[in-house]
């Protein structure tokens, strides 16, 4: 996949057919379920795989961290990320069935057998006791204030968040701080990302739980 190597990846022979085969399963379901709004295979790979990608430019997707990606859609950013880096523990929550559907046939065409797709909610999902994760990743769900207080259960004490986004972030972390701290979480840094192919600004807000 061009531009990878610009993210400081290198992707095994695996790895390149398993984005070959989550593109043409992709491209085929969104013709039925309206996965993504991003149809070609140029705009899959620049929207959805390396703006994925590039949260391993935070240096804390590292092998063997346990990462839960709330609000997945049609697996994004946490199966690329597994894909890439298959030493990641990584489960996928997904409110629509109909979408959880499409992750499991997905995952079946994929042959990985070690992320979990879970079909529900957050906060219901933190009820269950192995639920401790490293990070938590969402991408495009609801704002943070929402994704932190519904998923903050699920982060163990020092694990992160990682919110990627593209505009007004300054404005919305200072309405948010407070409510931050009531739940035991504060903001680590804002990070700038480089997203190859892309115009537009990206950049991932960590935020760390500090206390239980």
């Keep these: 996949m061009k531009g990878a190597a610009s993210l400081g990846l290198t992707l095994s022979a695996t790895a390149q057919q398993a984005f070959e085969i989550y593109t043409c399963e992709l491209m085929e379901w969104s013709a039925r379920l309206n996965l993504t709004g991003h149809r070609g295979r140029r705009e899959i790979e620049i929207f959805h795989y390396l703006d994925s990608l590039s949260l391993f430019q935070t240096g804390h997707l590292t092998p063997g961290r346990k990462v839960l990606d709330v609000g997945t859609g049609a697996g994004f950013p946490g199966l690329p990320l597994r894909i890439a ?43 269950e006791p192995s639920a401790a994760y490293d990070i938590v990743l969402s991408r495009a769900v609801a704002g943070m204030e929402k994704v932190c207080a519904w998923s903050a259960p699920l982060l163990r004490e020092g694990g992160l968040f990682l919110f990627q986004k593209s505009r007004g972030v300054a404005e919305e972390l200072r309405s948010i701080r407070a409510a931050l701290a009531a739940d035991g979480l504060s903001v680590r840094e804002v990070l700038s990302l480089e997203v190859p192919y892309l115009a537009r600004p990206r950049s991932v807000v960590i935020i760390e739980k500090t206390r239980v």
């Excluded at 057998?113 to 999902?125: I, M, Q």
Aim: aromatic share 2%.
């Design 85 to 127: 880096q298959p030493l990641l523990r990584v489960t996928l929550i997904e409110a629509s069935r109909k979408k959880a559907v499409f992750l499991r046939h997905l995952l079946r065409s994929l042959g990985i057998e070690d992320v979990a797709v879970v079909t529900g909610r957050a906060e219901d999902h933190a009820r």
